[in-house]
T-cell receptor, first 113, second 118 residues
Framework: RKEVEQDPGPFNVPEGATVAFNCTYS??????FFWYRQDCRKEPKLLMS???SGNEDGRFTAQLNRASQYISLLIRDSKLSDSATYLC??????????????FGQGTILTVHP | GAVVSQHPSRVICKSGTSVKIECRSL??????MFWYRQFPKQSLMLMAT?????????EQGVEKDKFLINHASLTLSTLTVTSAHPEDSSFYIC??????????????FGPGTRLTVL
């Protein structure tokens, strides 16, 4: 089983749509959770951290359910510029794994006019 | 945010040659640098963790003698792919973690190096 699993998509949505991505992780000791965005042939860039209480940044809302080991990202009012691959990322706990980021395979989003 | 550079951005080489990739943190000191590899349509896979002044820690399945990592200063780490073969063709990305006390220190990613081995 992969440590971080995502639905690879692709998701093709019209501008203005709301789209949700899901992610599950297997290591219950994981400490921190993130969504990164990666454009084609570019490096990943941090989109937002994910907190247990849920957090929002403009059109983006992230949720974490530690009991279910489940993370989600909701994008409202999609823009063409949101087209990218969205990576679910987990930061492991202490010991030799401390600070290591584990990436999901990514979910491809294409927003069309 | 902090800036991490990588050089070269793209390299094409013949099979059997060695390729060195540099990763620099430009405006902060990095206690730790990470090297990732990404094959087409796959996610980033951590290859090794590099701490300044000590030997790198390699992930399972990554050959330390093939992928030489040197982290000589708090702003520079290098990855050398020795005797490169076509199957080593990939997108190599480094990240650097800042030297801040406590909590989770964000990793800042370099722009990546695309290696093509003919």
């Amino acid at each position: 089983r992969k440590e971080v699993e995502q639905d690879p998509g692709p998701f093709n949505v019209p501008e203005g749509a709301t789209v949700a991505f899901n992610c599950t992780y297997s290591n219950s000791a994981s400490q921190s959770f993130f969504w990164y965005r990666q454009d084609c042939r570019k490096e990943p860039k941090l989109l937002m951290s994910v907190y247990s209480s849920g957090n929002e940044d403009g059109r983006f809302t992230a949720q974490l359910n530690r009991a279910s080991q489940y993370i989600s990202l909701l994008i409202r009012d999609s823009k063409l510029s949101d087209s990218a691959t969205y990576l679910c990322v987990v930061n492991n706990a202490g010991g030799t794994s401390y600070g290591k980021l584990t990436f999901g395979q990514g979910t491809i989003l294409t927003v069309h006019p | 945010g902090a800036v991490v550079s990588q050089h070269p951005s793209r390299v094409i080489c013949k099979s059997g040659t060695s390729v060195k990739i540099e990763c620099r943190s430009l405006d902060f000191q990095a206690t730790t640098m990470f090297w990732y590899r990404q094959f087409p349509k796959q996610s980033l896979m951590l290859m090794a963790t590099s701490n300044e002044g000590s030997k790198a820690t390699y992930e399972q399945g990554v050959e330390k003698d093939k992928f030489l990592i040197n982290h000589a200063s708090l702003t520079l780490s290098t990855l050398t792919v020795t005797s490169a073969h076509p199957e080593d063709s990939s997108f190599y990305i480094c990240s650097a973690r800042s030297r801040l006390a406590g909590g989770y220190n964000e990793q800042f990613f370099g722009p990546g190096t695309r290696l093509t081995v003919l």
